[in-house]
């Protein structure tokens, strides 16, 4: 019927349309793209000189490095982080200058640490994402569970320790766009799991003890900060050292008996 021979023919018409504009829009890209190459230049002195700096930099131990052993931070329990950090940063040298996909992970995976929680737990951890009174009432009303759960787990606070423990902080190279990131997040996660146990266990802690752990919790994250390459891992250390100042307020208006601080 010409009912049925006009419709064909409108999609007809809308099917060159649409085809026409793809083309439209792939010649219109590959334009742009020879535009810019048009004006690329080649790296200035200043980048040069950058990355030579950057590349020439004093290898620090691997024992003493931080960044090392915060690259294998989500290892389970019986595997050393800092094996696993060490062949992770050699899988980035790699990997560097090689064809990888994006999305591509570390060879070697693992589960996250907070599918281990107790509900109580977990409550209070997402509740403390914000350091303010009622992060510190409901981890005084669940007391005893959190201690209970820590009691049980408590390599993950020996993780962290041996974490600020490192003297030193250099990072390696992540010069690949598909490369990637290490979980930037974690060691903020066990910082404060660390600050969580410390609450429940200050008014059994002396002075002495509290200023030593307070004391190298910020030192560590300063001395990283100061040797970050990234943004991302300079906001990471910045993040870090706001949540200490935080803590450590709420620490000491937690304390029922005065200390000498």
């Given at each position: 019927?010409?009912?049925?021979?006009?419709?064909?023919?409108?999609?007809?018409?809308?099917?060159?349309?649409?085809i026409i504009a793809v083309i439209l829009l792939v010649i219109t890209y590959l334009l742009w793209v020879v535009v810019i190459n048009l004006n690329d230049q080649p790296p200035s002195e200043t980048v040069i000189e950058f990355e030579r700096v950057?590349?020439?930099?004093?290898?620090?131990?691997?024992?003493?490095?931080?960044?090392?052993?915060?690259?294998?931070?989500?290892?389970?329990?019986?595997?050393?982080?800092?094996?696993?950090?060490?062949?992770?940063?050699?899988?980035?040298?790699?990997?560097?200058?090689?064809?990888?996909?994006?999305?591509?992970?570390?060879?070697?995976?693992?589960?996250?640490?907070?599918?281990?929680?107790?509900?109580?737990?977990?409550?209070?951890?997402?509740?403390?994402?914000?350091?303010?009174?009622?992060?510190?009432?409901?981890?005084?009303?669940?007391?005893?569970?959190?201690?209970?759960?820590?009691?049980?787990?408590?390599?993950?606070?020996?993780?962290?320790?041996?974490?600020?423990?490192?003297?030193?902080?250099q990072e390696t190279p992540i010069e690949n766009i598909n490369m990637p990131l290490p979980r930037y997040a974690l060691p903020i996660y066990l910082q404060e799991l660390?600050?969580?146990?410390?609450?429940?266990?200050?008014?059994?802690?002396?002075?002495?003890?509290?200023?030593?752990?307070?004391?190298?919790?910020?030192?560590?994250?300063?001395?990283?900060?100061?040797?970050?390459?990234?943004?991302?891992?300079?906001?990471?250390?910045?993040?870090?050292?706001?949540?200490?100042?935080?803590?450590?307020?709420?620490?000491?208006?937690?304390?029922?008996?005065?200390?000498?601080?």
């Amino acid at each position: 019927s010409i009912q049925g021979f006009t419709m064909i023919r409108r999609a007809l018409i809308y099917l060159r349309n649409f085809i026409i504009a793809v083309i439209l829009l792939v010649i219109t890209y590959l334009l742009w793209v020879v535009v810019i190459n048009l004006n690329d230049q080649p790296p200035s002195e200043t980048v040069i000189e950058f990355e030579r700096v950057w590349h020439s930099k004093p290898k620090v131990a691997d024992e003493d490095n931080g960044y090392l052993y915060f690259l294998g931070l989500d290892s389970p329990q019986h595997i050393d982080p800092l094996e696993i950090g060490i062949a992770r940063s050699k899988w980035i040298l790699e990997m560097n200058g090689a064809s990888i996909d994006m999305g591509t992970d570390f060879p070697q995976q693992f589960d996250r640490l907070d599918e281990s929680f107790s509900p109580e737990l977990r409550a209070v951890f997402d509740q403390c994402k914000t350091i303010d009174h009622k992060c510190i009432a409901l981890i005084n009303e669940n007391k005893s569970a959190i201690e209970k759960w820590f009691s049980e787990n408590n390599w993950v606070l020996d993780r962290y320790q041996k974490l600020i423990s490192h003297t030193a902080w250099q990072e390696t190279p992540i010069e690949n766009i598909n490369m990637p990131l290490p979980r930037y997040a974690l060691p903020i996660y066990l910082q404060e799991l660390s600050y969580i146990n410390l609450i429940t266990q200050a008014d059994r802690t002396s002075s002495e003890e509290l200023i030593g752990m307070l004391g190298k919790d910020l030192t560590f994250w300063r001395n990283a900060l100061a040797n970050n390459d990234t943004i991302i891992s300079k906001m990471i250390s910045s993040a870090a050292i706001r949540n200490h100042f935080q803590w450590i307020n709420f620490i000491f208006l937690n304390l029922k008996d005065e200390k000498e601080i």
